[in-house]
């Protein structure tokens, strides 16, 4: 069986394979391409089932010597198939899930579980349509009931309060935007805020200065995953905001920069970023403490 998985990796990959990986994991064995669906999988407590993670997956100690297989550009057939996942995650737009991806995984008997995730409530329905593939059913309504307690505490804090228009950039020109129908909106909306790109009408607009000035935004949200990481993209994007002094945003000291490595993942984290969302829109809140519900389905926080 296994001499046969590390032929038939040699064939799809046209190399000699090398040593066989075998990696101890429950049943089924799944691999993950997306950051999303790792995501998702260690949020809901069900990260012994991983043999391998996306290329860009940010390193913690849930999936810590989990190989990287790769991404949804590139992919390494030979180290997955040496693997033997029985199952492939996937998050590409729609059904445009590459022919030559569905083949190989047909050849190697890989189930492909492709997630769909643009507004908030997709992040709902994608963890138990995962959590159903894996047998963690269970998992994923506790996963799930959780972060709607969570997005609801957010919601209970800002009730009332001024709703504040902002911007959510995405890249550090400043000129990428979060606009409507995507879950960044969706947790503006919950944190009290109301996004100022939301009449572009588009879920990701790039727009010019100019517009961004009639915009007008009150606050600025500046998303840099990792920034902590790579203080020149910060250096960047703090000089593209003060640029705009005209900028409400920039006048009253209100650009925020956010550098946590979720900060743009649309994973069981974005109960976390509503909570930064709320805070940095309405400081008075001050803090949130954990939840009572934290530890529910067992181990650590991821």
């Known amino acids: 069986m296994l001499a046969a998985a590390a032929l038939l990796g ?30 998702l999988l260690v949020g809901m407590g069900a990260a012994d089932h991983l043999v391998g ?5 940010h390193d913690r100690a849930e999936t810590t010597g989990k190989p990287r297989v790769g991404d949804y550009q590139n992919i390494d057939w030979e180290r997955l198939a040496s ?8 998050q590409y737009a729609g059904d445009r899930i590459p ?15 492709n997630l769909h995730i643009d507004p908030l409530e997709d992040i709902f329905t994608q963890t138990q ?27 209970s804090r800002v009730a009332g309060l001024a709703v504040i228009s902002a911007v959510i950039a995405t890249q550090p020109s400043g000129l990428d935007l979060a606009g409507p129908g995507e879950f960044l909106d969706d947790l ?34 500046q998303l840099i995953p990792d920034g902590d990481k790579t203080p020149q993209l910060v250096a960047q994007a703090t000089r593209f905001w003060d640029s705009l002094a005209a900028l409400p945003a920039v006048q009253n000291h209100r650009v925020a920069i956010v550098t946590d490595w979720y900060c743009q993942q649309p994973g069981l984290r974005v109960g976390d970023l509503a909570e930064k969302f709320a ?7 001050k803090a949130f403490g954990p939840l009572e519900s934290d530890n529910s389905i067992g181990g650590s926080r991821p």
């Open 10 to 39: 040699a064939l799809i990959t046209g190399r000699r394979s090398g040593p066989i990986a075998i990696v101890a994991a429950a049943e089924p064995r799944v691999a993950s391409i997306t950051p999303a669906g790792t995501d």
């Open 53 to 57: 993670i996306s290329n860009f997956d």
């Open 83 to 90: 693997l033997r996942p029985q199952i492939l995650v996937v």
């Open 99 to 113: 022919t030559a991806l569905q083949q190989r995984c047909a050849e190697l008997d890989i189930r492909i579980v």
């Open 129 to 155: 349509i995962l959590a159903d593939a894996v047998g963690e059913a269970e998992r994923g309504r506790v996963a799930t009931a959780r972060l709607r307690a969570q997005l609801q505490r957010v919601r």
């Open 188 to 221: 503006l909306k919950i944190a009290g805020g109301r996004n100022a790109a939301a009449g572009t009408g588009t879920r990701y607009p790039t727009v010019d200065r100019e517009l961004l000035l009639q915009m007008s935004p009150q606050v600025v949200i």
């Open 279 to 285: 805070l940095i829109l309405h400081p008075e809140i």
